[in-house]
């Protein structure tokens, strides 16, 4: 399996930006779907976005679409999650996922594959 590692979480206001990024070790990384996700106090863990093998394909969830962007260097097998314009409702926890299938096969509901640690978001109003 493929080893993650994120970071790039911390606190800021609302309408600030974060770039969260996951470094990936132990696999070809090109061979992976990569999503992040995250989960807030007393809630369950949900999509935020996915992106395919070769960064052709993107997809987010409604909330985020527009404010986050997924990038991803497969010559440095890092996947990146920009987000701008941040709201007191992004606080939680942010994890990365790295899944051996191809875009159309990712499941977002509940991904396969490999996560990271997580990283903390905390965006104050």
């Known amino acids: 399996q493929v080893q993650l590692v994120e970071s790039g979480g911390g606190l800021v206001q609302a309408g600030g930006s974060l770039r969260l990024s996951c470094a990936a070790s132990?696999?070809?990384?090109?061979?992976?779907?990569m999503g992040w996700f995250r989960q807030a106090p007393g809630k369950e863990r949900e999509f935020v976005a996915v992106?395919?093998?070769?960064?052709?394909?993107?997809d987010y969830a409604d909330s985020v679409k527009g404010r986050f962007t997924i990038s991803r260097d497969n010559a440095k097998n890092t996947v990146t999650l920009q987000m701008n314009s941040l709201k007191p409702e992004d606080t939680a926890v942010y994890y990365c996922?790295?899944?051996?299938?191809?875009?159309?096969?990712?499941?977002?509901?509940?991904?396969?594959?490999?996560w990271g640690q997580g990283t903390q978001v905390i965006v104050s109003s």
């Open positions: 996922n790295a899944n051996p299938v191809r875009y159309s096969d990712y499941n977002k509901r509940s991904p396969g594959g490999s």
């Open positions: 132990g696999r070809t990384f090109s061979n992976y779907a």
């Open positions: 992106i395919s093998r070769a960064s052709l394909n993107k």
